[in-house]
């Protein structure tokens, strides 16, 4: 399975320091969850996964969950604009 692994520094924080942004991709299944738990363990990452959050909104029977219910039911991709209004709803509670 392929995974990649994008690390990028960001300009510095509010604190004064840098901070970085990893932006895992993969297949189900290729080790994206492990590699997340490595660097939330290991590296004081915050983690954000997509498939948590649409899960998450479907059991809560929020709009954008029951948005997504449908897509995710029918085995095809979530359109883009859900999926980010959900990381976008998540990050902002963060």
């Known amino acids: ?3 990649s692994l994008i690390l990028r520094r960001s300009a510095a924080s509010q ?3 840098r901070s970085y942004v990893a932006l895992i991709l993969g297949a189900p299944g290729g080790g994206k969850g ?3 738990k490595w660097l ?3 590296f004081g990452f915050d983690h954000i996964s997509t498939g948590d959050i649409l899960r998450t909104n479907v ?3 929020t709009d954008l969950g029951r948005k997504a219910d449908g897509y995710l039911r ?3 991709l979530v359109p883009d ?4 209004s959900l990381v976008a709803d998540q ?3 963060a």
Do not use: N, P, Y
């Not at 604009?81 to 980010?84: F, L």
């Open 34 to 36: 492990t590699i997340s």
């Open 1 to 3: 399975a392929m995974l």
């Open 81 to 84: 604009d859900i999926v980010v």
């Open 59 to 61: 059991e809560q029977g």
């Open 40 to 42: 939330v363990r290991d």
């Open 15 to 17: 604190t004064g320091r």
């Open 74 to 76: 029918s085995g095809t």
């Open 91 to 93: 990050v902002a509670s």
